[in-house]
């Protein structure tokens, strides 16, 4: 039972539009969510987070949405970057426990120059 | 400020043999996770330690098991190996923050 769910294996966008990625969760007890960038060969990479008390976080080119009621997170890439070709993975933890950190299958996103 | 180290990077083994994989997490960090990382099924969370204690496990059967020191490094081992372990294995550590800092992995081979 996957209770972090990315139903988009992979999203193809133009350089300098947008890129959105989702992700849906079912546990309601999740209480912090994080992005992640994989690139090939390579650990993930810490890319932006949000707690459940708000409803949005940016950083620079990166801003997170979470919608509670409708367990529902999206990370929106403004623009995008050929750089920005990778491996994207939603995750989400516990109140109870912060570092049981549980990952969704990742969206595999391209950049076309 | 050196990154989380997984040793080895690449590892091949057979059926039934055991293989310890090792992570050095960042200095002052305590937390120590592990990951399984298979094509389609993301990082699935095996199990954390915090300050040599198993703090939370996930949903694998117990030839996966590990352990913390002292030095909050950490070791996972996994027993009696079936072809279904082949993948990346992940360590992340953190300040608990549940902002985690992954090493580059150990790629597990079971022939």
Redesign the interface.
């Known amino acids: 039972d996957q209770q972090?769910k990315?139903n988009s294996?992979s999203l193809s966008v133009q350089e300098g539009r947008i890129s959105i990625l989702n992700c849906d969760y079912t546990n309601s007890m999740f209480d912090?969510f994080?992005w992640?960038k994989k690139y090939p060969?390579?650990?993930?990479?810490?890319l932006i987070?949000i707690s459940s008390i708000k409803d949005k976080n940016e950083d620079g080119r990166f801003t997170v949405f979470l919608n509670k009621s409708a367990k529902h997170l999206s990370l929106h890439i403004v623009p995008s970057q050929p750089g920005d070709s990778a491996v994207y993975?939603c995750?989400a933890?516990p109140k109870t426990?912060?570092?049981?950190?549980?990952?969704?299958?990742?969206t595999s996103l391209s950049v076309i120059p | 400020k050196a990154g989380?180290t997984q040793t080895p990077r690449y590892l091949i083994k057979t059926r039934g043999q055991q293989v310890t994989l090792s992570c050095s997490p960042i200095s002052g960090h305590r937390?120590v996770?592990w990951?399984q990382q298979t094509p389609?099924?993301?990082?699935?969370?095996l199990f954390?330690y915090?300050s040599e204690t198993q703090?939370?496990k996930?949903n694998f059967p117990g030839r996966f098991s590990g352990r913390q020191f002292s030095n909050s490094r950490s070791e996972m081992n996994v027993s009696t190996l079936e072809l279904g372990d082949s993948a990346l294995y992940?360590c992340?550590s953190?300040l608990?923050?549940?902002?985690?800092?992954?090493?580059?992995?150990t790629r597990l081979t079971v022939v």
């Open positions: 972090v990315q294996p912090y994080l992640y060969a390579e650990g993930p990479t810490f987070s993975f995750a933890s426990s912060y570092d049981k950190v549980i990952f969704g299958p990742g | 989380v937390s996770s990951y389609g099924q993301g990082l699935q969370f954390e915090f703090r939370n996930g992940l992340a953190s608990g923050s549940g902002e985690a800092f992954f090493g580059q992995g």
